[in-house]
């Protein structure tokens, strides 16, 4: 099982990692706290100190087209918040 999906990289994110060294992940929703702990250490080597979870439910959308109106649902997922140690960050950008 794949534990992380993607990091979570936005505006609030970001500033989050900047100030209380929190980073987000989209991880599988099978996952629990041990698992993604140690796999945020193992990917990026780093001490995670504090894992907090949390599970998003899909949204009805709907939106009207020309030919139509249009409906579909958007996935449900879970977010996992974690918050390194203190003087450790990760750097999502050093790939690009």
């Known amino acids: 099982m794949k534990v992380i999906i993607k990091p979570i990289v936005t505006e609030k994110m970001t500033a ?3 100030k209380l060294n929190r980073y ?16 945020v250490e193992d990917l990026y080597g780093v001490t995670v100190k504090a894992v907090n979870t949390m599970n998003y439910n899909g949204k009805n959308k709907s939106r009207y087209t020309k030919s139509g109106l249009i409906q579909g ?4 997922y879970k ?17 690009i």
């Open 16 to 18: 989050l990692g900047e």
């Open 73 to 76: 649902r958007t996935a449900a």
């Open 24 to 39: 987000g992940f989209c991880v599988d929703p099978r996952a629990n706290k041990l698992q993604i702990k140690k796999a």
């Open 79 to 95: 977010k996992a918040m974690v918050t390194l140690k203190e003087g450790e960050t990760i750097d999502f950008y050093s790939n």
